[in-house]
């Protein structure tokens, strides 16, 4: 059974930073494609960024420039740097794994973004 954990949330700062993680475990060769999405209360849940099986990325516009995903097969985690960070930026951060052709979701973890 493939668990994912997220980590890495918090409060910070306008102008702030925070690395998100996303830890599979299980019967894991490797990590596919991995996703990260947002939910903020009363918004429906938004794509933030994806990296494919080979290394493509994507962002939503709203994040371009300012945040990063990287994976590190080693580990079977994956990340999401983020930077310059908005109040905009408050919500829930929600990691997505394909592995092995299934889809995998994590927990969430509480993104806030105050003064």
């Known amino acids: 059974q493939v668990q994912l954990v997220e980590s890495g949330g918090g409060l910070v700062q306008p102008g702030g930073s925070l690395r998100l993680s996303c830890a599979a475990s299980?019967?894991?060769?490797?990590?596919?494609?991995m996703r990260w999405y947002r939910q903020a209360p009363g918004k429906e849940r938004e794509l933030v960024a994806a990296?494919?099986?080979?290394?493509?990325?994507n962002y939503a516009n709203s994040v371009k420039g300012r945040f990063i995903i990287s994976r590190d097969n080693a580990k079977n985690t994956g990340y999401l740097q983020m930077n310059s960070l908005e109040p905009e930026d408050t919500a829930v951060y929600l990691c997505n794994a394909e592995i092995a052709a299934y889809s995998y979701w994590g927990q969430g973890t509480q993104v806030t973004v105050s003064s």
């Open positions: 299980g019967s894991i060769f490797r990590i596919d494609a």
């Open positions: 990296l494919s099986s080979g290394g493509t990325t």
